[in-house]
């Protein structure tokens, strides 16, 4: 898909680019910018799969614009669904009066429903946690702030209940089939070997088995609100300390999905394993947290990022990745016994 189709399928959207005029007469068109402000330079801004993100400097200030088209920008054969930048502001709308929460993210500016735009804060000097997958590590202040913010977040008392589920099903797919499915990817091309590797743990009934039931969980509607894609790429460091963006995946679900999802993280990054259950020192809803159920989701997102479509920038040798495979069938199937091997 592309510029020329999006054009013909959303006629009153505009279609973001990296032109500082284009965006100057957008912004003005929108009464965004401010008395005699213009635009000096448009950059993209970080890494992400999901949107086109644009970093804008005017003579002003400098913000970020977002826009969700309906394909992945980086794979742009890969259909999604168009309202995710919505379901951002969705997000921002049921946390607005929870002051923990939002202390923690960039704030949202403006909102263009109709060409699915969306324009925040510019956290300014910034980098993502990716850097964890090239043998760095996280400190405890940061693992503390990144919990803190969990239980911050799964504690709002939100206004209306998330589904999204367009997101979710696009997600589902990416997490609970397509890593399943023998020749989805080209594995062998990403490490040699893996394809062999990878129908060894496709071809165990009782793994498959448990993933497909937290997949029905996954789609289940819950009460508590969460992140939806809690993991490196979405912690930013910046200069005033840990923040947290893009929260398109987000609903309202089981709040040990998200806490299986960045404990996943912290196993494939190869921190430091005790870091793992220092994070649940610090999360304030373990009086009704399940971990055993947070492992298990922990398991599956290890073999989804090693074996479907969204892989992560790990250098790992074929015999780690089997390691870790073997990790995550354990965590899924046996999640009570891996509790103590993990510690």
Same mark, same amino acid.
């Given at each position: 898909m592309d510029k020329q189709t999006f054009c013909s399928s959303y006629p009153e959207a505009y279609f973001l680019e990296c032109d500082a005029r284009s965006i100057e007469d957008y912004l003005l068109q929108q009464q965004y910018l401010l008395s005699g402000e213009t635009i000096s330079h448009? %950059? =993209? *801004?970080?890494?992400?799969?999901m949107n086109c993100t644009l970093r804008v400097k005017s003579d002003k200030r400098s913000f970020i614009v977002k826009q969700s088209r309906p394909w992945v920008e980086k794979y742009p054969s890969i259909a *999604? +669904?168009?309202? $995710?930048? !919505?379901?951002?502001?969705?997000? &921002?709308?049921? @946390?607005?009066?929870?002051?923990?929460? !939002? $202390?923690?993210? +960039?704030?949202?500016l403006? @909102?263009?429903e109709n060409s &699915?735009?969306?324009?925040? %804060? /510019? !956290?300014g000097n910034a980098k993502d946690f990716t850097f964890l997958y090239n043998g760095e590590f996280i400190t405890g202040d940061q693992l503390q702030q990144l919990t803190i913010f969990l239980g911050n977040l799964h504690t709002t008392k939100t206004t209306t209940m998330i589904t999204n589920e367009a997101m979710r099903a696009l997600n589902y797919q990416h997490i609970y089939e397509i890593p399943l499915k023998d020749k989805s990817v080209d594995l062998d091309n990403i490490t040699p070997g893996l394809n062999d590797v990878?129908?060894?743990?496709?071809?165990?009934n /009782?793994? =498959? =088995?448990?993933?497909a039931t937290l997949g029905k969980l996954y789609l289940e509607n819950g009460t508590t !609100?969460?992140?939806? /894609? &809690?993991? +490196?790429g979405s912690w930013l460091l910046t200069d005033d300390g840990v923040k947290i963006i893009d929260v398109e995946f987000c609903f309202c679900g089981p709040a040990e999905f998200d806490m299986g999802v960045m404990i996943a993280h912290l196993l494939l990054a190869k921190q430091p394993r005790s870091f793992v259950f220092k994070i649940f020192a610090h999360y304030r809803r373990m009086n009704t947290f399940d971990v055993r159920l947070a492992f298990q989701f922990a398991g599956v997102e290890i073999m989804r990022r090693l074996l479907g479509v969204a892989q992560l920038p790990i250098k790992y040798h074929l015999q780690d990745k089997r390691k870790l495979l073997e990790l995550s069938y354990r965590l899924v199937v046996t999640p009570d016994n891996t509790l103590s091997e993990v510690d």
């Open positions: 448009v %950059e =993209k *801004a970080g890494d992400g799969n *999604a +669904p168009i309202e $995710r930048t !919505l379901m951002e502001a969705e997000f &921002y709308s049921n @946390v607005q009066r929870n002051d923990l929460v !939002l $202390r923690d993210m +960039p704030r949202l403006h @909102v263009d &699915y735009i969306v324009v925040f %804060e /510019d !956290l990878a129908s060894e743990f496709r071809n165990k /009782d793994y =498959k =088995k448990c993933i !609100l969460l992140h939806g /894609d &809690y993991y +490196p």
